[in-house]
């Protein structure tokens, strides 16, 4: 289990929080602390949720995780729930880059502090806290405005799945362009179309939580300009939503692509199947009206015949052969 604080003073250095306290100290609007909790560790939880004075449910919810996006707003304070994604076990095949697993992040804001809970390592929640250097102006926002940033940066990482799952479809259609008889093509587009279906029932239950944040309701505790943040946040939302749409249809262009490529296929064997024919019809034509018993003076012509019918079957498949190059059958 690991709690990690960082006090914002806009009018200071950022710097840790010590955690070992009873009580919380008085934080002016020029600060804003920040508590990140990885773990499930139940007494940690209940330290951590009675220091902060969060209800009961609150604290239901976190020791007993419902695993899906939701909110609640008390009276001096917001809880939510959003779901993210991260890098899972890798395979090998076109769809190794598009895999990923689900985790559960609980986020709380008040007045002046923001705590965010999950079970395992959030990379995105890294890469943000990397970002923020010591003589930071994060103190100078509201607890609103910081987990607008914080969510912003949740959606990001939903963009970056979509666009490792865009590369693996384009790596599947060159696969397929480049060898057509490529066997595990299906294989891979069917666990990729079986990833962006999941990752968009990930995503879908969001909406009414963003949906929600954008409304004017839930300001209480943030200010005007918290709104248009959650506002702009519920509008990459959305721009998220179209990505998986477009990722879906992808799919079935890469499908497309193989089917017009299978077809392709067929058609180079038809012809060449139809050039065999033609030419075996021919010998078939000529041996069988050099064999009729009719009494013909040419019929009896012996190897000079033989040599003449031999002539006439190649120039005539040499004709087909031709026609058929014209034509751009072979």
């Known amino acids: 289990m690991t709690v990690r604080a960082v006090l914002y003073d806009a009018d200071g250095r950022d710097q840790p929080f010590d955690m070992a306290i009873s009580a919380l100290p008085p934080l002016?609007?020029?600060?804003?602390?920040?508590?990140?909790?990885?773990?499930?560790?139940?007494?940690?939880?209940?330290?951590?949720?009675?220091l902060f004075g969060f209800h009961r449910e609150s604290l239901r919810t976190l020791l007993e995780p419902v695993g899906r996006p939701g909110l609640d707003q008390y009276q001096q304070y917001v809880q939510l729930t959003v779901t993210a994604v991260e890098p899972g076990p890798t395979t090998h095949g076109a769809a190794a880059e598009a895999i990923w697993k689900p985790v559960a992040l609980d986020c709380f804001f008040g007045s002046n502090f923001v705590v965010t809970v999950h079970a395992e390592p959030l990379h995105y929640l890294s890469d943000f806290d990397?970002?923020?250097?010591?003589?930071?102006?994060?103190?100078?926002?509201?607890?609103?405005?910081?987990?607008a940033s914080l969510l912003d940066w949740h959606i990001t990482g939903y963009f970056r799945v979509?666009?490792?799952?865009?590369?693996?479809?384009?790596?599947?259609?060159?696969?397929?362009?480049?060898?057509?008889?490529?066997?595990?093509?299906?294989?891979?587009?069917?666990?990729?179309?079986?990833?962006?279906?999941?990752?968009?029932?990930?995503?879908?239950?969001h909406r009414e939580v963003f949906s929600t944040l954008a409304h004017t309701e839930v300001q209480s505790i943030g200010t005007s300009d918290s709104a248009a943040h959650f506002r702009t946040l519920y509008d990459r939302f959305e721009r998220?939503?179209?990505?998986?749409?477009?990722?879906?249809?992808?799919?079935?262009?890469?499908?497309?692509?193989?089917m017009t490529s299978t077809a392709r296929q067929t058609n180079d064997a038809v012809q060449v199947?139809?050039?065999?024919?033609?030419?075996?019809?021919?010998?078939?034509?000529?041996?069988?009206?050099?064999?009729?018993?009719?009494?013909?003076?040419?019929?009896?012509?012996?190897?000079?015949?033989?040599?003449?019918m031999i002539a006439v079957i190649v120039a005539l498949i040499s004709l087909a052969l031709l026609l058929a190059r014209r034509r751009r059958w072979i």
């Open 28 to 50: 002016t609007d020029r600060q804003l602390l920040w508590v990140d909790v990885i773990g499930n560790d139940p007494g940690e939880l209940r330290r951590v949720s009675g």
């Open 240 to 258: 998220a939503m179209d990505s998986t749409e477009h990722a879906r249809e992808l799919i079935v262009g890469s499908f497309d692509l193989y």
């Open 273 to 308: 199947l139809t050039i065999i024919t033609v030419s075996l019809g021919i010998v078939g034509a000529v041996a069988g009206l050099m064999g009729v018993n009719f009494t013909v003076e040419f019929f009896k012509s012996g190897l000079r015949g033989f040599i003449v």
């Open 130 to 147: 990397h970002h923020i250097r010591e003589d930071s102006n994060l103190g100078a926002l509201d607890s609103a405005a910081f987990l």
């Open 162 to 205: 979509i666009e490792e799952f865009e590369e693996a479809v384009d790596d599947l259609d060159e696969s397929v362009l480049l060898d057509p008889n490529d066997r595990e093509f299906l294989q891979d587009l069917v666990a990729l179309r079986r990833r962006v279906g999941q990752l968009r029932r990930l995503l879908a239950p």
